[in-house]
């Protein structure tokens, strides 16, 4: 007999996650061994349980999805990530494959697409949604346009950049770059500046939109 595959879900969401367990549970090649409602509890569980594949949203209270996957490589944890994710923009699909993800399932069709996705990364392959996967082929074929205005940003303005992409304020980017909040500030004015961006949340949409090409 086959050994199934063990399954750890993260998913602040306890129907949904519920409702994931019953589909991934429905093909006996896979059994769920953990659940978990926080990125924290998360990173623990996974520890402790070493499954082979972990599903994770990437909105997740404490730490997220790319936290999780990233702290499961800096500590050496085995075991492939799946992201789940409301977001089909191409650059949160980029920074998933940056950190090693196999699985990139957007979570509108996650209860048509997880039982193949997961079948995939069994085999060693990578899925994504239909969504994104149009992204691929034009990263492929090199067709994607230079994003105006990114030329013109500063080594310093492209790190705080990618940190507002994921949802940092300015102090928790000060303290990540060794810098004051203030000089934080300083760096969102010139990049909004450069970029012509107007608006409280014009900053955070550009840089979750164009974040492959920071």
């Not at 392959?125 to 205005?149: K, M, W």
């Amino acid at each position: 007999m086959t050994e199934q595959t063990k399954i750890v879900i993260a998913d602040d969401h306890p129907i949904f996650r519920a409702g994931l367990r019953q589909v991934v549970e429905s093909d006996r090649m896979f059994t769920v061994v953990g659940e978990a409602s926080d990125g924290a509890a998360a990173l623990q569980m996974i520890a402790d349980l070493v499954p082979d594949i972990v599903i994770t949203d990437i909105n997740m209270p404490g730490l997220s999805g790319f936290e999780i996957a990233g702290e499961m490589r800096r500590r050496g944890l085995p075991g492939e990530i799946v992201l789940l994710t409301i977001h089909d923009e191409e650059a949160m699909f980029a920074r998933a494959m940056s950190l090693g993800v196999r699985g990139y399932v957007v979570k509108e069709g996650a209860t048509a697409d997880i039982v193949n996705c997961l079948h995939a990364v069994r085999r060693g392959q990578s899925f994504t949604s239909a969504a994104v996967t149009g992204y691929l082929f034009n990263r492929a074929n090199g067709s994607a346009r230079p994003v105006e205005g990114l030329g013109s940003l500063t080594a310093a303005e492209r790190k705080v950049l990618r940190l507002i992409a994921d949802h940092r304020t300015s102090r928790e980017i000060a303290a990540e770059l060794g810098i004051s909040a203030r000089t934080v500030d300083n760096h969102r004015n010139n990049i909004s500046a450069k970029l012509n961006l107007r608006g409280s949340h014009a900053l955070v949409k550009f840089a979750l939109q164009n974040l492959g090409e920071i």
